[in-house]
């Protein structure tokens, strides 16, 4: 058993588009139209096979309040993998990314929490060095 797609979604398929490739980095996978809306997937550019995110619509009316609760209590709804938090922090700064968490220790890894500008909290995290 592998990890194939997760879902994440999203208020603006295109929007989400934009900000996950142009700001984020990732690279659009599949765009397949399915009426008003797309079998829309990005996908690591260190890892092009691996898994999928899916910027899945967010019209299921379900979705709403359980995004807000999430964003209430502060709590990302995916998290990503980085190299150096610190890094990608200064960098999406100067993109105008806005962080609700800024680069943070909390042990075993540095996190940093942004903001998605598509209705989500994105949990950055890196490992930390051993000495």
Not at 28 to 47: F, M, N, Q, R
Request: some cysteine; proline content about 8%; hydrophobic content about 45%.
């Amino acid at each position: 058993m592998r990890i194939n797609l997760v879902s994440v979604f999203v208020d603006d398929q295109r929007a989400a588009l934009a900000f996950y490739t142009d700001v984020l980095g990732f690279e659009k996978k599949h765009d397949i139209p399915l009426g008003e809306a797309s079998w829309l997937t990005v996908v690591s550019p260190e890892a092009p096979d691996g898994p999928e995110l899916l910027l899945e619509p967010a019209g299921h009316p379900a979705v709403k309040p359980y995004r807000d609760a999430l964003g209430e209590d502060g709590i990302p709804l995916v998290q990503f993998a980085v190299d150096d938090v610190e890094a990608e922090h200064a960098r999406l700064t100067a993109l105008g990314v806005v962080f609700t968490q800024p680069p943070t220790d909390v042990g075993m890894v540095m996190m940093a929490v942004l903001d998605d500008t598509c209705g989500n909290l994105v949990q950055l995290v890196s490992p930390k060095s051993v000495a």
